[in-house]
C-alpha cells in the first residue's frame, strides 16, 4: 500500500513536471525605407579632421547606443537611484509628444497627398529595397523609442512622395523631416544627460555629497517623484521602505536649539594712530 502512494506522488509529481512551460521567446525586426532613418538608427562617429577652414563633425548617438543607455537607466532606476526615475518620466513624456507631433505631422501629409484630383491615382510609397533590422532591447522604454523612429520613417516617406509630385516644396519636406526628426534626437540627448552613480534615496534623505553632485550635473529631482507620486509607467516597483523613510524625514519638524546664555561681546582692538594719521576726508568717502 505503501508503494502505491508513492507511485501515486511520484505520478503526480511527474505531470506537474510535464505541464511546466519554458521560457518566453520573442524576435521583433523592423523595416526602413528611408536614408533619413537609417540615419537616426546608425548615428554618426565624431570625425576631427574635418575639411579645410572647417570644423570636424561631432559625435550623433544611434539608436543601439540609445538602447543601451535606456538599460542602465532602468537598471538605476530598478537599484532606487531618483535622478533615473526622473529621467524615466522625462523618456515617456517626450516620448507622448513626440507621438503627437509624428501622428499630426502625418495627418497632414495624408490630407495633401488625397488633396489631388479623382483622375489620379497615388499608390502607397516604398523602397525598393528596405533596410531589415532586428531589435532587441532589456526595457520597454527601448521600444517605445523604435516606435518612434519607425513613425518617422513613415512620415519621411510621405514627405518625400509628397515632394516628388510637386504638392509640397523642399523646403516643406525640409520642415517636416526636421520637425519630426528633432523628437528623436532631443529623446537621445536626455538618455545621454543621465549619469550614473550609485546613488539611492537614502542619500537623500542623508544629503551626501553625491546627491549634491548629481544635483549640479543634472538637476534637481522634483519631490512628486522622489515620493513616487510622479513615475514612469515603465520604471521598476519602488522601494517603499526608502520611499516611507524620505516621507518621514520632510515631516518631522525642526528642532531649534535655545541658547542658554547671552553670546559674549567681542571686542577689536584699534591702534589710534590709524585715526590720527587719516584725514577725515578719507573716511567720509
Known amino acids: 500500500m505503501k508503494e502505491n ?21 520573442s524576435s521583433l525586426t523592423i523595416e526602413l525605407h528611408t536614408r533619413y532613418a537609417i540615419q537616426l538608427w546608425t548615428g554618426r562617429e565624431a570625425d576631427a ?20 543607455l ?14 533615473a526615475d526622473a529621467v524615466m518620466l522625462k523618456l515617456e513624456e517626450t516620448f507622448s509628444e513626440g507621438n503627437r507631433i509624428i501622428e499630426h505631422l502625418v495627418r497632414e501629409l495624408d490630407v495633401i497627398l488625397r488633396n489631388v484630383p479623382a483622375q489620379i491615382s497615388l499608390s502607397s510609397v516604398g523602397s525598393v ?4 533590422i532586428g531589435v532587441f532591447s532589456r526595457t520597454p522604454v527601448g521600444y517605445r523609442c523604435v516606435w518612434l523612429l519607425v513613425g518617422f520613417d513613415q512620415l519621411a ?14 523646403r ?18 536626455i538618455a545621454l544627460h543621465y549619469q550614473r552613480l550609485g546613488i539611492t534615496r537614502q542619500d537623500v534623505v542623508q544629503n551626501t555629497a553625491l546627491v549634491i553632485e548629481a544635483t549640479k550635473l543634472m538637476g534637481e529631482v522634483s519631490f512628486d517623484v522622489l515620493s ?28 531649534n536649539v535655545p541658547l542658554t546664555e547671552d553670546p559674549p ?20 568717502r
Open 228 to 255: 513616487g507620486k510622479r513615475r514612469s509607467s515603465f520604471s521598476p516597483p519602488i522601494n517603499k521602505e526608502r520611499v516611507a523613510l524620505l516621507l518621514s524625514a520632510k515631516s518631522a519638524p525642526t528642532q
Open 157 to 170: 516617406l510621405k514627405a518625400f512622395q509628397a515632394a516628388h509630385y510637386g504638392l509640397i516644396s523642399h
Open 5 to 25: 502512494t508513492e507511485n501515486i506522488k511520484s505520478d503526480d509529481a511527474g505531470k506537474k513536471n510535464e505541464l511546466r512551460s519554458g521560457a518566453l521567446r
Open 129 to 132: 529595397s528596405p533596410v531589415n
Open 49 to 68: 579632421r574635418g575639411g579645410k577652414g572647417q570644423k570636424g563633425k561631432w559625435r550623433i548617438i544611434g539608436m543601439p547606443f540609445f538602447l543601451h
Open 172 to 189: 516643406q519636406r525640409d520642415e517636416y523631416l526636421n520637425r519630426a526628426g528633432s523628437s528623436i534626437r532631443k529623446i537621445f540627448g
Open 265 to 284: 561681546e567681542v571686542s577689536i582692538p584699534v591702534d589710534p594712530s590709524v585715526w590720527a594719521e587719516t584725514p577725515l576726508d578719507d573716511l567720509t
Open 70 to 83: 535606456a538599460n542602465r537607466i532602468n537598471e538605476a532606476s530598478f537599484e532606487d537611484d531618483p535622478f
